[in-house]
């Protein structure tokens, strides 16, 4: 039996498609076919013997004890002492969506523990990214001994030393890859330290936000211990789950494990609408229903990111900690405005981007960089190039005194926050750092070229060995007839769907296309009809100007095709339809 989907070894993008699992196996003595979530799930890397876990994830099944990790203990009795002093404890966060749920869910906790405490979110414009030492030392001299830096901190060795001489405490809460050395705080939380042992190095892909929510449960159980609760309610730290499930979706961090756990118990939370500021985004979103993890990761969190982005970087962080409708709408219609405005800026800069992406043609590692590009958008840019090109691309703003802060995202299967860090070891980046798949830096402008050439060189076997099997991965055929909101309400109970977890992937076909057409900037929106009689609508985002859509908006006669993507739920209608959201097609003729 072939891997080969449909026969598809050069589609239209130039790629074959196989079958994400490949299996005679149906685990029963009689023989009975898999139902299609246990195929879901085994085809997602789940074996056998822990299917039930797996179809339901919860806290229960998935949690790790908080002590596993370096420095919790130390940290949450830190914090403990903190809170029985009611000392004020000020939460040092990113501008990002992690950053901002993270100090969030800290602020929230401590303000129900009667603590007082504040949050900082520095301007990336004019401070950059995570602490320095003017602002922790500012920090404390206004009042607060005690900072919690969150989403930020592993590399802040100067900053941290800083504060710690004006005797400033200061606990790192991060996820990001660590050097050898750590900074010299209080404690530093990190499932990514080098000296974690295995146990708990297994969760180095939770986001920043499931890092917090760990410290979180790690206080609660050492104030109960004290007996802090035996004259007072213990805060419900289940219902911060919200702010986690939307911290990891939109960090695109890999939704298995606790993670999937913490998105799939945080989605019905966020279904409450209990979070005044969550609430108020959602009407901004205009998301009547429950939201799910796509929504998170393509409506609220770009919203989120836009105050900090190209606003004010704090807009994130009182959304989601106000309790006040009216404020909590005025921030979500500021965030949905700038939003917009982000919009605009990375058009702009995308397309600049791609003209110097040419230049990058033949190499491993596609770095771009340009004079006044707005630093806010480079990390979607990036993104987007990575898309575009298949492979890590790093996109550099440089300002007027010649310094370039750079984003960059990676392909699966080349780590480059590991090559970030090589690269500031080597001298060649002022600062760096990042995780496998997302990195960001600040160089200097002459410096770039050998940035280049050094990234290059260490990840050329990597990038060619992700490349070199390039492959679509189909879990399903359906029939053209198949593509309906019935197959899209059947898949729900093998999600939710992010990163590492990806939503089921199906080719159908033989279809002709019957209309085509450009929607938006560069999309392509197609109808189709099956050999059935079938018809339905599919649409190729960010397209048109690529082989995909060229061909997709050039077919002609009766030429028939698979095409290939994940089916969605259209409920624009008078009645509920799907449609393909495509990826890939091939000439089926």
């Known amino acids: 039996m072939t891997d080969t989907a449909l026969g598809v070894t050069h589609s239209i993008i130039g790629q074959s498609w196989r079958w994400r699992r490949l299996s005679a196996d149906t685990g029963a003595e009689n023989l009975v076919p898999d139902d299609l979530v246990t195929q879901l799930l085994l085809a997602r890397g789940v074996t056998r013997d822990d299917l039930d876990r797996q179809r339901t994830p919860t806290l229960r099944g998935f949690m790790p004890d908080p002590s596993i990790f370096q420095g919790m203990d130390a940290a949450s009795a830190r914090l403990a002492d903190a809170v029985e002093a009611k000392e004020a404890i000020t939460i040092f966060g990113d501008y990002d969506v992690d950053g901002a749920t993270s100090a969030a869910l800290l602020v929230r906790l401590l303000g129900a523990l009667d603590v ?59 996820h990001h890859q660590c050097a050898t ?14 000296d974690e042992a295995p146990d708990a190095a297994l969760h180095g892909n939770l986001a920043a936000v499931g890092v917090a929510f760990l410290l979180g449960a790690a206080l609660l159980r050492t104030l109960r211990a004290r007996g802090f609760f035996s004259g007072r309610s213990e805060p419900a730290l289940l219902d911060l789950l919200d702010l986690v499930a939307l911290g990891t979706v939109a960090d695109v961090a890999r939704l298995t494990g606790f993670n999937r756990a913490l998105v799939t118990q945080g989605l019905k939370i966020m279904a409450r609408r ?92 596609a770095i771009v960089s340009g004079v006044g590009w707005h630093p806010g958008v480079i990390g979607i840019v990036a993104g987007r190039l990575k898309e575009r090109l298949h492979r890590p691309a790093i996109v550099i703003a440089i300002d007027e005194a010649g310094v370039g802060k750079g984003s960059g995202r990676s392909i699966s299967g080349v780590d480059l926050g590991a090559a970030i860090l090589a690269a500031k070891e080597c001298g060649l980046l002022t600062a760096g750092g990042g995780h496998a798949m997302a990195a960001g830096l ?73 209309e ?17 009689g079938a018809r339905f609508k599919a649409i190729a985002f960010r397209s048109a100007e690529t082989d995909l859509g060229q061909a997709l908006l050039h077919a002609r006669g009766n030429r028939k095709l698979w095409l290939a993507g994940r089916a969605k739920r259209d409920d624009w209608g008078s009645r509920p339809a799907a449609e393909l959201h495509l990826e890939d097609a091939a000439w089926a003729d």
């Open 442 to 514: 600040t160089v200097e402008a002459g410096k770039i070229d050998a940035l280049g050439a050094f990234l290059n060189e260490r990840l050329a076997a990597d990038v060619e060995r992700a490349s070199g099997d390039k492959a679509l991965l189909i879990d399903a055929v359906l029939a053209p007839r198949g593509i309906s909101p019935l197959w899209c309400e059947a898949i729900e109970s093998a999600g939710p769907y992010g990163a590492g977890w990806p939503a089921p992937r199906v080719a159908t076909g033989p279809v002709r296309i019957v």
């Open 181 to 194: 050395r750590l900074p010299d705080a209080f404690a530093v939380v990190n499932p990514n330290r080098l």
């Open 516 to 532: 085509s057409g450009i929607v938006g900037t560069d999309h392509v929106r197609l109808i189709v009809a099956g050999d059935d």
């Open 116 to 174: 007082p405490v504040g949050a900082y979110i520095p301007d990336r414009l004019m401070e950059g990214y995570g602490p320095s030492g003017a602002a922790l030392v500012r920090i404390g001299e206004a009042g607060s001994r005690l900072i919690i830096t969150v989403d930020c901190g592993a590399q802040a060795f100067d900053a941290i030393a800083e504060a710690k001489a004006a005797g400033v405490e200061v606990i790192v809460v991060d």
């Open 274 to 365: 209990g979070n005044t500021g969550l609430s108020a985004l959602m009407d901004a979103a205009r998301l009547a229903k429950p939201p799910s993890a796509s929504d998170m990761g393509f409506a609220l969190g770009p919203r989120i990111n836009a105050g900090g982005r190209v606003g004010k970087s704090d807009l994130g962080v009182r959304l989601l900690t106000t309790t006040d409708p009216q404020e909590a709408a005025d921030i979500a219609m500021e965030l949905n405005r700038l939003n917009e405005e982000r919009r605009a800026i990375e058009a702009a800069v995308l397309d600049e981007a791609i003209t110097a992406s040419a230049a990058t043609a033949n190499a491993p590692v």
